[in-house]
């Protein structure tokens, strides 16, 4: 896996990109993350985003008890 940090000529925006994937966009705008289609939370604490459809957005969170909970938000 290939990790690497990218800036724009200007040097006014980047990303952050895996295996030549943008992840992360970092703009004027602010931070911009892709979420996948499907992740899980690997450690206790850790908590991901994932992009199911246009229209659902997926929060999954690993207590630390080890549990993995999610919650889907429905976009309008």
């Given at each position: 896996m290939?990790?690497?940090l990218a800036a724009s000529p200007d040097g006014?925006?980047?990303?952050?990109q895996v295996g030549g994937?943008?992840?992360?966009?970092?703009?004027?705008?602010?931070l911009v993350q892709m979420p996948p289609a499907s992740a899980t939370p690997a450690e206790n604490g850790d908590m991901v985003f994932q992009l199911t459809s246009n229209t659902s957005l997926v929060i999954k969170v690993k207590g630390s008890d080890g549990t993995v909970r999610s919650t889907t938000l429905t976009l309008a």
């Amino acid at each position: 896996m290939t990790i690497s940090l990218a800036a724009s000529p200007d040097g006014l925006s980047g990303s952050i990109q895996v295996g030549g994937v943008d992840k992360v966009k970092i703009s004027s705008y602010g931070l911009v993350q892709m979420p996948p289609a499907s992740a899980t939370p690997a450690e206790n604490g850790d908590m991901v985003f994932q992009l199911t459809s246009n229209t659902s957005l997926v929060i999954k969170v690993k207590g630390s008890d080890g549990t993995v909970r999610s919650t889907t938000l429905t976009l309008a």
